[in-house]
């Protein structure tokens, strides 16, 4: 397992290994945005983005997040989060009250 720490630079750049379970951690706000590039490595393993703040994350943040197969919230009173198509795959939402996404969907949550 690899763990990574975003920083408040607006350039972190950090790219997992290959069949290594990656963590990035995202701790405060401003420690992700759209110019940070972070990349999950290849294989058979989870590869997690972990919320570890109490922030709100709009889509653009994750312009350049690929491979994480894992979205995980831990801050103590939530998070809220809005990802774009990039982000989810296209599968039907869980909540059985709609149907799968369509191109341009966003989805967003508000976990606490």
């Known amino acids: 397992m690899a763990n990574y720490s975003l920083t408040g630079s607006p350039v972190d750049l950090f ?4 069949d290594v379970a990656d963590t990035f951690t995202v701790a405060g706000p401003g420690r992700l945005v759209g110019t940070d590039t972070v990349q999950g490595g290849s294989g058979a393993v989870t590869d997690t983005l972990r919320i570890a703040a109490t922030i709100s994350l709009a889509a653009a943040a994750f ?3 690929r491979g994480i197969e894992r979205l995980q919230i831990s801050a103590p ?3 809220a989060v809005v990802l774009d198509d ?4 296209a599968l039907p939402c869980p909540c059985s009250r ?5 191109a341009g969907t966003r989805w967003s949550a508000a976990v606490s």
């Open 63 to 65: 312009a350049d997040v």
């Open 86 to 89: 990039a982000m989810v795959p």
């Open 77 to 79: 009173t939530g998070a």
């Open 98 to 102: 709609c149907s799968a996404p369509r």
């Open 15 to 18: 790219l997992g290994a290959a």
